[in-house]
């Protein structure tokens, strides 16, 4: 049971590169999220995906798509990186637990964007 | 959508002293309250929560306390040991079924030996 896988775990692009960064889960959760981290700035959300085939936008989604391809994985698009988008980004999945929405959070992307 | 907040952003305490975190949120349909702990480097992770038919949540060191009248709930870390100096996130939200998930910007605790 690896929870949640998040490749790659260092990424660098040139400005107007593309790339995906891939996630899944093999937890069973419906409910799939990205989210990027900057320095003082918290988790921001980017994209979630509430169960396979729907996705919305979270706070932050200028500049990036996603797949929810199957119930296990979730990518986020990068179609052309800008430096901005340098940031760390963090793929989670949620199950219902007795308490509520936990959230679990794969091992993070570092992405540097030049 | 949820607003939160949290304060203070930064905190700075002694090695065995107590620790508090607290974390304002808007939506009064919110009734799940928990904490996570992001160690340098690393992904966040749940430490604790609490549900809204609950005041109080403790385990060993940690404690959540929540009150829904004010909308606002606490983290408590009693006894503080090096090993807690991290950045610590609340997320509150709804256990009633899916609910976008919106963080607070993150409280760095540093514990001085």
């Known amino acids: 049971n690896a929870g949640v896988t998040q490749t790659p775990k260092f990424q660098v692009l040139k400005t107007g590169q593309s790339m995906t960064l891939q996630c899944a889960q093999d937890m069973n959760h419906n409910s799939m999220y990205w989210y990027r981290q900057d320095p003082g700035m918290g988790l921001r959300l980017i994209y979630y995906s509430a169960s396979e085939g729907t996705t919305d936008k979270g706070e932050v989604p200028n500049g990036y798509n996603v797949s929810r391809l199957n119930k296990r994985e979730f990518s986020l698009r990068l179609e052309s990186a800008a430096p901005s988008q340098t940031s760390v980004y963090f793929c989670?999945?949620?199950?219902?637990?007795?308490?509520?929405?936990?959230?679990?959070f794969g091992s993070g992307t570092q992405l540097s964007v030049l | 959508g949820e607003n939160v907040e949290q304060h203070p952003s930064t905190l700075s305490v002694q090695e065995g002293d107590s620790a508090v975190i607290k974390c304002t949120y808007s939506?009064?349909?919110?009734?799940?309250f928990p904490w996570y702990k992001q160690e340098l480097g690393k992904r966040p992770q749940l430490i604790i929560d609490i549900r809204s038919n609950v005041g109080e949540k403790k385990d060993q060191r940690i404690a959540v306390t929540l009150n829904k009248t004010a909308k606002h709930f606490s983290l408590h870390i009693t006894e503080t040991q090096p090993e807690d100096s991290a950045v610590y996130f609340c997320?509150?939200?709804?256990?009633?079924?899916?609910?976008?998930?919106?963080f607070g910007i993150g409280t760095k605790l540093q514990v001085i030996p």
């Open positions: 989670a999945s949620s199950g219902l637990t007795q308490g509520g929405e936990k959230l679990f």
């Open positions: 997320a509150p939200g709804n256990s009633g079924g899916y609910q976008k998930v919106t």
């Open positions: 939506d009064s349909a919110s009734n799940y």
